[in-house]
Nanobody, 127 residues
């Protein structure tokens, strides 16, 4: 599966952006789709994940209450709605996908190796 991330840009602190991750080549059916980010000079970190079949979501503590991950079955696309953005949210955001398993829990999603990755989309939040 090929992933295409889009929607990044420059926004002021307190603003919002919506990122999109579209799949081509096959559908997201049977997959977990995650968002990760990497800020300059920092390691990549998990942001959020959603299971395509059940729509189960999981968030990093740093974005809970501000970010919402969702899916659109018809468009084969996963979204990351980011509200109340802060300068510390500045990073390149990546979407990734990995086959889902019935024994996975929320604990699993940040730790999956994720077989498929999209190119990054840059989010810059100015203060």
């Amino acid at each position: 599966v090929q992933l295409q991330a889009s929607g990044g840009g420059l926004v002021q602190a307190g603003g919002s952006l919506r990122l999109s991750c579209a799949a081509t080549g096959r559908t997201f059916s049977g997959y977990v789709v995650g968002w990760f980010r990497q800020a300059p000079g920092k390691e990549r970190e998990f942001v959020a994940a959603i299971t395509w079949s059940g729509g189960i979501t999981y968030y990093a503590d740093s974005v809970k209450g501000r970010f919402t991950i969702s899916r659109d079955n018809g468009k084969n696309t996963v979204y990351l709605q980011m509200n109340s953005l802060q300068p510390e949210d500045t990073a390149v955001y990546y979407c990734a996908a990995d086959p889902d398993r019935p024994y996975y829990s929320g604990y699993s999603y940040p730790r999956l190796k994720y077989d498929y990755w999209g190119q990054g989309t840059l989010v810059t939040v100015s203060s």
